[in-house]
């Protein structure tokens, strides 16, 4: 016990009077932390910046720009003359969409001739791209069921049986777990995360290479080399845990609707597993700088391929089975669950036992390695 307590003595004196550690262990984190939660605070994408040439100048032209400039998504910023004056001002990026509306809209419509309104999107950002389509769809819709029930009541049908009329199916949507489609509480957490996780892979690889690389120094006892190490970082990691879950997510007015010590739980298996997968990074290479190589390898493709953003049943198999011996996808599949779904302990337990399973092969693959080490390569 002399050499855990030993190991785990050294290594806290390290962390805290090595100038390279004190700023990976106590800075970066909480740096990126603010930075990340910044980008998304507000959360909605709000007021894009549009534009509308309107060839009718009519009152109805003018009810679709007043729908448009007073929608939450829009603001009309410019009023360009032509097509050629719009497309310069999305090379330009002043704005997201535009929309175009043609001469004789209004007689065309007391006509009952049908009038096309164009909207031109941006769709090199599928967020504004997305969003703009949906709200100029909704906007469009609203004006027209207006147009249509006017239409109706002139023709001398009630107004009961004009809506009938004109909605004969209709529809009710309960939006479950994030029903603002808040970016923020989305992707943000998910981000944390994936740079919390990215962390713990270089405490583990640096803490191992760092003793590989002194060839003239033998481990005394291998368990107790792993478990001390591991103990340390651990606890370091846990208090991250406890920040980003106290402070951070009220900070950045992220809800938390799920059990707090259910994600703490499923964090420490995270935790762990992810610094004895570094540690694994290091025990193969023997060396920090090819460990952190592997790191980089991993760490950098595992949010995209941990499923929080793009379902992993729509990934190729290959990449569904590599995903899955990344602690990182079961972590924030059963994260999500927790903190935004609210869901009972058996729909995390599947995540919980993966995360086990993992820890002890990253377990087994350091000690084998490091045993090989320590005997064949060492004095």
Same mark, same amino acid.
């Given at each position: 016990?002399?050499? *855990?307590?030993?190991?785990?003595?050294?290594?806290?004196?390290?962390?805290?009077?090595?100038?390279?550690?004190?700023?990976?262990?106590?800075?970066?984190?909480?740096?990126?932390?603010?930075? $990340?939660?910044?980008?998304?605070?507000?959360?909605?994408?709000?007021?894009?910046?549009?534009?509308?040439?309107?060839?009718?100048?009519?009152?109805?032209?003018?009810?679709?720009?007043?729908?448009?400039?007073?929608?939450? +998504?829009?603001?009309?910023?410019?009023?360009?003359?032509?097509?050629?004056?719009?497309?310069? $001002?999305?090379?330009?990026?002043?704005?997201?969409?535009?929309?175009?509306?043609?001469?004789?809209?209004?007689?065309?419509?007391?006509?009952?001739?049908?009038?096309?309104?164009?909207?031109?999107?941006?769709?090199?950002?599928?967020?504004?791209?997305?969003?703009?389509?949906?709200?100029?769809?909704?906007?469009? !819709?609203?004006?027209?069921?207006?147009?249509?029930?006017?239409?109706?009541?002139?023709?001398?049908?009630?107004?009961?049986?004009?809506?009938?009329? @004109? *909605?004969?199916?209709?529809?009710?949507?309960?939006?479950?777990?994030?029903?603002?489609?808040?970016?923020?509480?989305?992707?943000?957490?998910?981000?944390?995360?994936?740079?919390?996780?990215?962390?713990?892979?270089?405490?583990?690889?640096?803490?191992?290479?760092?003793?590989?690389?002194?060839?003239?120094?033998?481990?005394?006892?291998?368990?107790?080399?792993?478990?001390?190490?591991?103990?340390?970082?651990?606890?370091?990691?846990?208090?991250?845990?406890?920040?980003?879950?106290?402070?951070?997510?009220? +900070?950045?007015?992220?809800?938390?609707?799920?059990?707090?010590?259910?994600?703490?739980?499923?964090?420490?298996?995270?935790?762990?597993?992810?610094? $004895?997968?570094?540690?694994?990074?290091? +025990?193969?290479? !023997?060396?920090?700088?090819?460990?952190?190589?592997?790191?980089?390898?991993?760490?950098?493709? +595992?949010?995209?391929?941990?499923?929080?953003?793009?379902?992993?049943?729509?990934?190729?198999?290959?990449?569904?089975?590599?995903?899955?011996?990344?602690?990182?996808?079961?972590? $924030?599949?059963?994260?999500?669950?927790?903190?935004?779904?609210? @869901?009972?302990?058996?729909?995390?337990?599947?995540?919980?036992?993966?995360?086990?399973?993992?820890?002890?092969?990253?377990?087994?693959?350091?000690?084998?390695?490091?045993?090989?080490?320590?005997?064949?390569?060492?004095?």
């Amino acid at each position: 016990m002399s050499y *855990l307590t030993e190991i785990i003595r050294n290594e806290i004196k390290t962390v805290f009077t090595d100038k390279y550690y004190i700023f990976i262990v106590c800075l970066f984190p909480f740096i990126d932390f603010l930075f $990340l939660g910044g980008i998304y605070f507000y959360g909605n994408v709000q007021n894009m910046p549009v534009a509308v040439i309107d060839n009718d100048h009519s009152k109805i032209s003018r009810t679709i720009c007043r729908y448009i400039d007073t929608s939450y +998504a829009f603001d009309i910023a410019y009023k360009p003359e032509n097509i050629e004056e719009l497309k310069n $001002l999305f090379a330009e990026n002043k704005i997201f969409m535009g929309m175009v509306i043609p001469k004789d809209t209004q007689k065309n419509i007391k006509k009952s001739l049908p009038a096309e309104i164009v909207f031109y999107i941006d769709g090199s950002n599928f967020l504004t791209a997305n969003l703009s389509e949906i709200e100029g769809a909704n906007i469009i !819709g609203t004006i027209n069921a207006g147009l249509k029930n006017t239409m109706m009541k002139k023709r001398g049908i009630q107004t009961k049986h004009a809506n009938e009329m @004109m *909605l004969p199916i209709k529809n009710d949507t309960s939006k479950l777990f994030n029903p603002s489609y808040n970016y923020g509480y989305f992707l943000t957490p998910g981000l944390w995360i994936s740079v919390l996780g990215q962390l713990l892979l270089m405490f583990g690889t640096l803490t191992v290479g760092k003793v590989l690389e002194q060839k003239d120094k033998k481990i005394k006892n291998i368990l107790y080399f792993i478990l001390g190490k591991l103990f340390v970082y651990t606890v370091i990691s846990v208090i991250y845990i406890e920040i980003l879950f106290r402070i951070f997510f009220p +900070a950045f007015l992220i809800p938390f609707d799920g059990n707090t010590s259910g994600a703490v739980i499923l964090s420490i298996l995270f935790i762990v597993s992810t610094i $004895l997968l570094g540690m694994v990074m290091a +025990a193969v290479t !023997g060396s920090r700088l090819d460990g952190l190589k592997g790191c980089l390898l991993i760490g950098a493709p +595992a949010f995209l391929m941990s499923g929080y953003t793009w379902p992993l049943e729509q990934m190729p198999a290959l990449m569904r089975t590599v995903s899955h011996f990344i602690p990182l996808t079961s972590y $924030l599949e059963g994260f999500r669950k927790i903190f935004q779904q609210n @869901m009972r302990i058996e729909f995390i337990l599947p995540f919980a036992k993966t995360l086990v399973l993992l820890m002890l092969i990253y377990f087994i693959i350091t000690y084998i390695c490091l045993f090989f080490r320590n005997e064949f390569e060492q004095p």
